[in-house]
Every structure is written in C-alpha cells, then in structure tokens.
C-alpha cells in the first residue's frame, strides 16, 4: 500500500462504473482507489499528493472501473445533525436560527420521534411552544416536515457536499439562495 498523505482533510465522491453517485470516502481512501487502478479520477480537487513514488492531483470524483452492485440504503437515519441539515438550520416557526429540535406533536402527549414530527427550531419558539400545538397557536409550519429523499440524501446524508460534486448529485439550492 502506497503511503499517502494528503495535505487536505477533504472527501471525494465516489461514482458507480454507471456514473451513479454512490459514496464519499477520504482523499485518502480515493487515491488508493485510483492508484490501484479500482477507480478513474473524474474530477481533481485542491492540491497535490506526494508520496515516495507517486504524485497526482488530489481526487473530488472517481469513478469505479468495475461495476458494483450495492442494496440500496433507502431510510436516512433521524439524527440532530440529519434534521438540521433537512431544515437548512433554520427554525420551522419564524425561520430564524435553529439551536433546538422540536416535536411538532408533543411527546408529552404522544408525539412521535419521526422524521414527520420533528423539525429544527429556534430556542424562543421551542420554549414559548411548550407542550402545545402549532394549531393550538395558530402557528403555522414553514413546510411539513418529512423524511428527506433523494440520490443527494443517499449519498451525502448530513454532509456538506463539494460543490465540484454537483454536477453528479441533485444538490438543493444552497441556504441563502432562496431568501433573494
Ligand atoms: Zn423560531
């Protein structure tokens, strides 16, 4: 095994023989990949990796020269970091930063811990909510809350993609962009 050291901590986006998006993995473990000819480097990210007997451009995408089958993996896992990035970490309720999650149905009463009764909320909403319902508020949901779907979901779940990575993955319009 060559020893690689990449000068970057970043990730590259691994690709099926299909150019299906199908994992991320460490530059590390990317480079291995291409090194051992079990993967084409697609698309080079930042910087250069050297190492006692080789030096290439460090990987963003490869791309497997062989084709593997892989069950797909279709449940997202519920967790803080999960609901945060679905919400963009912003509050269900007034949309402002989200430092909490809250049951929209309160477990007090019932509520479940599923991906269609929590959301991210901000501390201020979260407490004056209590044990109430936003109806019994006459609050109203930003969007109703739902597990997240996708090839970028699948792929990436919590993570903060690349943008080199796009063009592979159906990536939601960055947060920000739809406040213009
Ligand atoms: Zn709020």
Sequence with gaps: MPDIRPTVGSSALVLNATYEPLCVVSVRRATILVLTSKAECVSDGDGILHSAHHTLPVPSVVRLTRYVKVPYRTHVGLSRRAIFARDGGRCAYCRGSAETIDHVFPRSRGGLHAWENVVAACAKCNHSKGDKTPAELGWRLHAAPAA?????????????????????????????????
Aim: aromatic share 10%.
């Design 148 to 180: 997240p779907r996708g090839v970028a979901w699948r792929v990436l779940g919590h993570r903060t993609p690349d943008p080199r990575w796009a063009d592979w993955l159906d990536l939601p319009k960055p947060v920000g962009a739809e406040a213009a």
